[in-house]
T-cell receptor, first 114, second 113 residues
């Protein structure tokens, strides 16, 4: 079974631009979560989508948004990029929602904002 | 103060050593505990998942949870150079925010031959 697939692998943008990142979950997984990883703050939760609806949101500004499609694939968008948005963006999927569900991560998209 | 504290290391050990990695947490609402391993330029890989206080063993890995002390540990026996990676503890609450994991800062481990 293929793992969580994220595209693109690397991205370079300039301040003020916007960016869209894509995530394909493991086949059969219906929940997709997004995390931001930086050297200073570590791994921080952005949001979770399940059945095309945002179920949970972390403490990030409204410039960060996402969506999920009917096939469970997800995209996240960052508008008006800032230098501090440079990070590894990780997508994780789980089969369902529940306290015993295990999260499986993709390799991430490394975003550099210049 | 962060909800989850983890010493970032780095931790350097010789091959074959027993490695002990630890996290403390402050929120008693955390009931589920995970350990992830992350290699450079890769996403985190789930190693261990525990709920109850006590020990859980899987091969060379043992996860230990002490809810009364709010302290979790991961032990690696017979460590190998391939174990060199960053180890992240993660936690989730009993209810709500199921996939909202709170991570520790991660401990960088280097196992040298």
């Amino acid at each position: 079974k293929a793992g969580v697939t994220q595209t693109p692998r690397y991205l370079i943008k300039t301040r003020g631009q916007q960016v869209t990142l894509s995530c394909s979950p493991i086949s059969g997984h219906r929940s997709v979560s997004w995390y931001q990883q930086t050297p200073g703050q570590g791994l921080q939760f952005l949001f979770e989508y399940f059945s095309e609806t945002q179920r949970n949101k972390g403490n990030f500004p409204g410039r960060f948004s996402g969506r999920q499609f009917s096939n469970s694939r997800s995209e996240m968008n960052v508008s008006t990029l800032e230098l501090g948005d440079s990070a590894l963006y990780l997508c994780a999927s789980s089969q369902d929602r529940g306290v015993n569900e295990k999260l499986f991560f993709g390799s991430g998209t490394q975003l550099s904002v210049l | 103060q962060k909800e989850v504290e983890q010493d970032p290391g780095p931790l350097s050990v010789p091959e074959g050593a027993i490695v002990s990695l630890n996290c403390t947490y402050s929120n008693s609402a955390f009931q589920y505990f995970m350990w992830y391993r992350q290699y450079s330029r890769k996403g985190p890989e789930l190693l261990m998942y525990t709920y109850s206080s006590g020990n859980k063993e899987d091969g060379r890995f043992t996860a230990q949870v002490d809810k009364s002390s709010k302290y979790i540990s991961l032990f690696i026996r017979d460590s190998q150079p391939s174990d060199s990676a960053t180890y992240l503890c993660a936690m989730r609450k009993e209810s709500g925010g199921y996939n909202k994991l709170i991570f520790g800062a991660g401990t960088r481990l280097a196992v040298h031959p």
